[in-house]
């Protein structure tokens, strides 16, 4: 006999909906709150539904499909160019025309119309779910609804616990007991429990450096990439050696990060945002090593937030696209593989028919990771997330 946790709307990073983190350790003293209690050999599992796995789409689908997800531009393309035009960028009109090159792929016929959503049964959503993603989004944007305001329907595939709570899960159990914690349908991903556990749920929480300061780092100028060199320009973000920032005794090492990221002649981006307006999805998707959407939902979910973005409300409004990675790999590949994704989502967003303008896609890699690069597959693909801000500028 199974039996399900069934965790509340889940609250991480202020609108954090992404996989729990499952810490392992011994009880001591008295026993807490006791949600859940097995009996020797009992496994406790969270349910792997149409919206709580970790990967919805199951069924097949068209070579049409296959298309949309893919993405037009190569991973890792030839951008000696852009990277030039960034550099000697001196005027407004310049950087806008190095935004139009990058995020809204003027020059290629494929993406020069308006893009059409997918059907309901290849996305597994229905068009319900749709208008209650994107009547929500419009409002947190603006930073009139908090999480708690969240409709059932936003609740991630992966379910996971309010990062506010308290209270641990208990399952005293023999040695063999399991706990399964998300996975997809097909493959379980199992964390034995040792007798006499506590479970403890923690989140990932954005880092900032003061009042909605956020902050990433590069070794050199010509690191950045050139769509935040353009945004520098339009004062958008603000771009200086790391020697002279504020910050610089705030900022730390993580995991393979180099010291050079933190040098006095490193550089930092950095701009502001309102926390109030945070949304952050960990179950928007991408195939391994790549900028490809690994389901229709992943794609769907950017398409709801197009749509929220382009209500009349948040017209002029510029909004920042924050790509985050898992901590296996090494530092400089994540970082440019989370800018690549970030990059993708906001194309994605242009193509429905958001302007580029609006848009500051970022690149943080594994620097705000939660889960070591050993931990199971299960809790590293969590920090896989997508975090949009609406930007404040002076």
Do not use: W
Not at 88 to 117: G, Y
Not at 160 to 170: Q, S
Not at 351 to 371: C, D, I, K
């Amino acid at each position: 006999m199974k039996i399900y946790l069934i965790p509340a709307i889940t609250a991480l990073c202020g609108l954090h909906l992404s996989y729990a983190q499952v810490l392992v350790k011994p009880i001591s003293g008295s026993n807490p709150a006791t949600i859940v209690t097995t009996p020797p050999t009992t496994t406790v599992t969270v349910p792997l539904e149409q919206t709580s796995g970790v990967v919805i789409q199951t069924r097949a689908v068209s070579d049409e499909t296959l298309a949309v997800l893919r993405d037009i531009r190569s991973i890792a393309p030839e951008r000696e160019a852009e990277i030039q035009a960034a550099l000697k960028v001196d005027s407004d009109a310049e950087a806008n025309v190095i935004l139009d090159t990058i995020l809204a792929d003027v020059k290629d016929d494929a993406v020069s119309v308006q893009a059409a959503r997918l059907a309901l049964d290849v996305v597994n959503r229905t068009a319900q779910e749709r208008e209650d993603y994107v009547a929500y989004m419009t409002r947190r944007l603006q930073g009139q609804v908090t999480i708690t305001d969240a409709p059932a329907s936003f609740r991630s595939r992966v379910v996971t616990v309010p990062v506010a709570t308290t209270t641990a899960v208990l399952v005293p159990a023999q040695p063999t007991t399991e706990v399964i914690v998300a996975a997809p349908a097909t493959t379980q991903v199992v964390v034995p429990v040792p007798a006499t556990t506590e479970v403890v749920v923690q989140t990932s929480q954005p880092r900032f450096y003061g009042p909605g300061r956020r902050v990433v780092t590069y070794r050199t100028r010509e690191e950045i990439p050139p769509v935040l060199r353009a945004s520098g320009q339009l004062k958008r973000v603000e771009i200086a050696e790391v020697g002279g920032s504020p910050f610089r005794q705030d900022l730390v090492l993580v995991d393979d990060m180099s010291p050079a990221y933190i040098a006095p002649d490193a550089y930092a981006v950095t701009y502001t945002v309102n926390p109030d307006t945070e949304i952050t999805r960990s179950d928007i998707l991408f195939e391994q090593g790549t900028t490809n959407f690994a389901d229709a939902y992943s794609y769907d979910v950017v398409a709801d937030l197009a749509a929220a973005i382009r209500n009349q409300s948040l017209a002029g409004q510029a909004f920042i696209i924050e790509g985050h990675a898992s901590a296996e790999g090494e530092y400089s590949a994540n970082l440019s593989l989370s800018q690549a994704r970030s990059e993708r989502i906001a194309r994605e967003l242009v193509r429905f028919g958001v302007s580029s303008s609006q848009l500051v896609p970022v690149g943080y890699g594994e620097s705000e990771a939660v889960n070591p690069a050993n931990a199971p597959e299960a809790l590293r693909i969590q920090d896989h997330r997508v975090t949009v801000f609406a930007l404040q500028t002076p």
